[in-house]
């Protein structure tokens, strides 16, 4: 009764529900995802999901796995072709969680995925040293907290769409986050638009989305 | 001495500095715009412009129009080969200024530019009737106001990007915008983010990437 | 000295004070709520209560009820006929907990109940296929967090009075539910109205007194 | 092709589109109104006219209305049947606006409306004076600025639904009407729900839909 | 060396420092007290403080109380009469931990202090019973939380000065008692005015100055 | 039909219903001003009134008189004692309006009135220079804008009830006065309590009514 | 009695009181500028002025001088010598009139002044060829609108003091410069702190201050 | 991998990278810090350090140092040499977790600090009896939580450079230090500026460069 499972997604968007776990109980997330295994017509994944989560899932399907940075449950059900790249950059240590979210997501999606971390505007020759690198992937996420700037300095320096991902690192006027999302949202570089604070997850689920048109995939699934 | 132009960006990032005028005086903005024509380089685009500005305009560059609906200043320098699509779809008839904006600057950059208007989710059978159009875009810009609710209905029902422009139209709890802005950066349906409120013209340069890279124009322009 | 029970409501409005019990030691919640039972005008109805409060309540009034996804406790002492109905709609799994509270407090007071969950916009056909269920209530409440699109998806599709109960699910720029609130506030379509966030208990009670007014019960209750 | 008119509305929700005049030019707010007005279906309604649009749609559809307080141009093409009643009460004088166009919405749809005006809380006597008469309608749209207190009193002493519509009318703290808003959805007395600030329309769009319900009038139009 | 105790309150402003526990160590909170005791030259009142703080207090003060409800720490060394009088009203049970801090602090500065409980305006006449003795009082607190409408009822039925207390009880839009606070702040009703959300203290210290001022205690002590 | 004067307001609070001329048609204003004043109970009072009201009321009321800088409208028909002091201080030049609203409302209604003025805590000397005389008065009204400090600093320096009148001088994080008023509300001294942004009238009510009971006057009008 | 000049100020902080004088009539600005500059002690200053005041001050002093771009007036009553020096950059064209201001502020107060515009991140290369000669300055003002990103990567560039003005310049999300005072508060670089909106007087000031520092001027004035 | 230490800061800016231990794992912030000891270039500081990172730190830097107030971690690799000085300022007993946080970055960097704690504006003259002192000092913080008034008086009095910082403590209204932020930055009083709430950190780090600059350290370190 809780649960209707949007089966069709596959067909439609070319991946299944992907499962937000918070919220949910554990049992609620775990029958979700192993149903979404059985079908077997995609890579599975849930997100925000803790170990206990994890637990009941291994149970139902013994080859999940967990990825214990972004909080991460994976059942490879796919074709394990990479196409791309996705670059990832990371402005601290401690937006990694997110960043990886990010990286998570688009490679079990199916693309090839390059991070490029701790690159903050605090230290800019870092980021240069690495702009050549960085100017060869299809699409750039950008995870930054406190004011966000890595952002617009990237989206600068490059030709190439830029996803920002605000975090919640950072205190007092940060405001869990708040700052960067209106700070990226208001960036003076165009070229570049935001998700939702932390939110990993769509950013690498969009830059999948990028990189595959990039491919000359061309979709209209549906019809 | 008060505007120090950006001449290497064509060579970056393959377009000209795009002026912003609010904030300038029109002779600030029009020499500045005059200076890009002069190059020609690519072609010239001057946003939030009001008619005085075009005026002075005209007259240092007599092949300049004015687009008075997204009080736009175009000067044609660039090819004129358009690829694509670029779809672009606003939730009601106040929406129309921001839409035109975004539809302006991607086809000012080179996309083709496909237009559906007035589809909002209150009579959502306006919006599923052109649902297998929308879906041969290879990028879709919704913009939306009052609670932007379009966005997650069209994201959910194709599976190219989305980018999300929320509008300033309404009233009260619709806050000049901020909540259609919170409201897509909250959306239940990935494959989307979002630019700042109004911001058609950076929806629309984004767009016009993202259908480049669908065209396999891979730059790397810069090196 | 610390409660001044209202037993003037059952005749002024029709069921008696609903006891919120957030905030109160579990020894003032308990009594006050046995005091209700005792008087056995209407059914009684404590929302937000701990099981601890439930335990204490048992003592004194053996026949009530817990409900722990609502976190509720009844005490049956009115009429058992249903009126209706009600149809209580989730856009997710993670928003089962105001749900039931909406789906509790309507039921208590005398509706029949209907629910329909799990119909986020991300999979519009799963709320298209119920459509013409959802049309047969009197009133239907739509309980949806992140950025609350289901609500005017809803009221566009039906001629009933919608009331929209945003929830405090997911995260960052959802601002623990002010977002769907203001979403919800600023719909484009007419026909609907909002309560708190998670406020399931105001929901149903509204929803009720509604579907009260279709049963043709015209109260007056006071004169 | 900037307005794609939602003529299917009648049928699917009891009543022609409403069109809000703001943010149209006056030409096509009139337009749309004209063509409303010739397919003769329902009555039609404008919110938020100037009088230029008024003299424009009164060129196409002699027989228009301006009501100048609620700033809205009405054309009568449906039945003259008024049902109910709806009670418009408003706190203070600076609410009129508001109140009459909550009134006129609900009177235009087809509801009998009656008015108490000037029963803010700061002399409590005149409401409790009115409060007989209050309680003889089927739904009460309470309209008040500043901190909106009357809406919890009059909820507190009816037994029907309270529809709240907050007010832009004060300074400073009132935050152009976001004050008296989150206080009327954090009310402490159920049975009352909120629409958007200076929202009289959605007010009394809802309030007749409900007292439809009411009359006995279950729609189902669509099926 | 971190504390610097201001000893001329007493004479400037007829009573100690009051200590603020909350941030500080138990140890710095007691030691505080505890020197503020040994002068003895008034009352000494500690609050927002934990047990913890109290056993340290207890063992160099041994006639120290505590107050559990309101959390303070009371030492008495002033003169016992008592002048007044100051009525203190809270709108729910909820509301008792900040009502009494109110009421301590006003009597422990030398007001007689009365209490009426548990009048929301959702049950109006429990407040309208009582209000000839609320009349009675020299100065009115007003303890409210939810949309905090019962202190605008309160200073339209009465002519004394009104200390609105905002508290945090609620959830949702109730902003943790930011709406009530400015909801008191835009009261329709003059005489009155608002201290900061759960500030028993701050009510309770003005509404003894305010009256003493009434028993003609005129101070100027400073000069 | 539109206003609904409280008549019984004299004899309840002692003086008659103030009017907000903000956001009333001047004749709507007028009208009411003129009636309030035929019944010459007592002194009568507008707030927020321009010239041209001012104008149509002097029609109906020769004696009416006009304060240009606080922009009241007087009618004297109460006595001419006056009572006190009242002393109303303003932090800048820019305060003005706002002080002399307060000092004019306190006059009015029988208050003798005292004004420093330009006293911000920039020149702190200033200040201390007329703290004598401060402290001769019954209470304090304190005006002032930018961050509002000197409320604090005049209640730490008094033993009088102070009252904060936040205004909305200043620009950026001033906020339209939003940051005085949090700053008064939450300041380190206690003893004072604060009215809404810019609200002279409200500032100057109070410290009338507490002015009063400091004089003797000890009402109970109503019973 | 409107005013009451700190003439005590040049004594104690070594310039004269500035006027700011909005808020103010021509009238008051002009009378308090002439007394000022009658004194003669210091350079006299007055901030957001308009022509209408300035002609007032020029009838009383004429060799005041007025400042268009950041609408200042200015008497040259103090020292020539310029000590130095300050650098002030501005991100884009449109940060002139908040650049100018503290430009002017820095310069009347005896700092030399160096001015480096158009320097916003979206070309970051216009910045970096810059870097040298904004190294040599002792503190470094960094005036930006939008997001304000310049300021953490100028910071991050060089070892002084940096002083971060966020200017209202942007629309939507850039919350008229709220959201680059939050991101510039939360900068990942440490070395810089912030003034208020478009406060380009007080950043000036401060400016000043620390050049004077670094002088060897080391004040005390009022001992 | 996740760490990318700017080894060039010493050269660049004079000073380690300073590692910002929240949010990052205890793992990760030792092994940074022992590597920036093992340099050996400057003194290293983490800031936010809990006692396991800590532990871990000494295991590898066994002369490292923990200071439990301001829960910071220090190795001393630089000169022991202190100039200046840098006064500290802390408004009440529980800003001093921010004071010492500020005063240890400051000693750490090389600056003699001075400590003035629990001079908040409720007893002035404990703050007056110190100003001379305040004044011999080349730079003063001022920490304050609450309404954050201290600064404006500070300032106000001396002729140095002001560093506000605002901290979290208090309640309501505060806003976790949004309040005294907002406050500080809105100062009627020039000569200051502002720094993220509770970040002592910044406001010791830029103290100190000021206080550099006024004993003729004139840095360009780069060049
Ligand atoms: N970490 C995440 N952040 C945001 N959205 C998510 C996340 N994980 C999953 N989702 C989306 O949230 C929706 C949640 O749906 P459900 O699991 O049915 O409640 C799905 O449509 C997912 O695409
Ligand atoms: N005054 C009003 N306030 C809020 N919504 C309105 C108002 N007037 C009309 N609407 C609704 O707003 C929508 C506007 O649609 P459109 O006229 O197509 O832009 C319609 O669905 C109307 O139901
Ligand atoms: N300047 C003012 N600011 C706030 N409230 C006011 C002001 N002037 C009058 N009022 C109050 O606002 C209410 C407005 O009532 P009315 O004039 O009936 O709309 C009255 O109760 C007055 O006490
Ligand atoms: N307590 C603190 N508050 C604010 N910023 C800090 C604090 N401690 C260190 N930082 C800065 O934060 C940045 C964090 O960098 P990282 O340690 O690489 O994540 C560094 O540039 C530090 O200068
Ligand atoms: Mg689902
Ligand atoms: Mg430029
Ligand atoms: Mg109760
Ligand atoms: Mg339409
Ligand atoms: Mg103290
Ligand atoms: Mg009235
Ligand atoms: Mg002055
Ligand atoms: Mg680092």
Do not use: W
């Not at 995802?33 to 999901?49: C, D, K, P, Q, Y």
């Amino acid at each position: 009764g809780y649960a209707r499972i949007d089966h069709d997604r596959v067909r439609r968007r070319g991946f299944a529900e992907v499962v937000y776990c918070e919220g949910k109980t554990p049992e609620q997330s775990a029958e979700i995802l192993a149903r979404l295994a059985a079908r077997g017509e995609s890579n599975v994944l849930g997100t925000r999901a803790d170990v206990e989560t994890f637990e009941l899932v291994r149970h139902m399907v013994p080859d999940a796995e967990y990825h214990p940075v972004p909080r991460a449950i994976v059942v490879r059900r796919g074709s394990e072709r990479q196409i791309g790249s996705v670059m990832v950059l990371a402005a601290g240590t401690s937006d990694l969680r997110v960043a990886e979210e990010a990286a998570l997501t688009a490679s079990v999606m199916g693309s090839r995925v390059e991070r490029v971390y701790d690159v903050g505007v605090a230290g800019l020759h870092r980021l240069l040293r690495e702009i050549h690198r960085i100017r060869q992937a299809r699409v750039v996420i950008v995870v930054a907290g406190m004011e966000g700037a890595l952002m617009s300095v990237v989206a600068g320096l490059i030709d190439k769409p830029v996803i920002g991902v605000p975090t919640s690192v950072g205190y007092g006027a940060q405001l869990q986050g708040l700052t960067p999302m209106l700070s990226m949202l208001t960036s003076c570089v165009p070229g570049s638009s935001v998700v939702n604070i932390d939110n990993g997850f769509g950013a690498g689920y969009l830059a999948h989305m990028i990189n595959e048109l990039g491919e000359g995939v061309h979709g209209h699934r549906e019809d």
